[in-house]
Nanobody, 125 residues
């Protein structure tokens, strides 16, 4: 069982930056791929970014590529999402997630087994 707790959300003006953090409870954190998803009001949950177990490979949605960076610190059991050049359309609840241990997961929310409670990001124009 993995418990995930996000933090770092808030209100920011367009063009600004935020860094989200996700702390995981698992002692074997390094054996879990990690991902970030988001859900805006009235929309389905969508993929944002994900990172492999060791952190050597990352994947991004086209809408955030070049602006967002996912990273992980396995010694701290934490995954991060650095968000730069934020746009109003980035406004959403952001969720940290992980698939089953050793699984790579995919861009589909259905591939994730564990979810955090979410953190609100609001970008004003």
């Amino acid at each position: 069982q993995v418990q995930l707790v996000e933090s770092g959300g808030g209100l920011v003006q367009a063009g600004g930056s935020l860094r989200l953090s996700c702390a995981a409870s698992a002692r074997t954190f390094g054996r879990y791929a990690m991902g970030w998803f988001r859900q805006a009001p009235g929309k389905e949950r969508e993929f944002v970014a994900r990172i492999t177990l060791g952190g050597s490979t990352t994947y991004y949605a086209d809408s955030v590529k070049g602006r967002f960076t996912i990273s992980r610190d396995n010694a701290k059991n934490t995954v991060y999402l650095q968000m730069n050049s934020l746009k109003p359309e980035d406004t959403a609840v952001y969720y940290c997630a992980s698939p089953e241990i050793y699984f790579s997961g995919s861009d589909s929310p259905g591939s994730m087994k564990y979810w955090g409670q979410g953190t609100q990001v609001t970008v004003s124009s």
